[in-house]
């Protein structure tokens, strides 16, 4: 036999009124997650797209055992850089220009 919803299930219980508010702050913690930190994030990428082991930006932690980025990743990391640059404006993030490629 299938049983019905329980209580937290249905519609109008108030666990699920709570879910678009927390849905909404979920977002915005994200969103400024990820405002706050995309200038290091994009110099991450430069750095990796200019050859660094992938977690040697990040001073501190050891870089994980790998040897040197493939070229796939390079190349990658390239690729993305302008959309990334864009979206990071956009999210609010400042001081992001400067990594805008030309390619």
Known sequence: M?????????KG????QQKPFLNS??????AGHFRLRGHNILSACRAYMEGAEVGSADRERD???????????KA??????????TNFIKNGSVD???FRTTA
């Open 76 to 85: 990658a990391v390239g690729r993305m850089m302008k959309s990334l640059v």
């Open 2 to 10: 299938i049983q019905d919803e329980s209580p937290a299930e249905q």
């Open 25 to 30: 702050h979920f977002e915005d913690f994200v």
């Open 13 to 16: 219980s108030p666990a699920n």
């Open 63 to 73: 870089p994980y055992a790998g040897g040197n980025n493939p070229i796939e990743f």
């Open 96 to 98: 992001c220009e400067q």
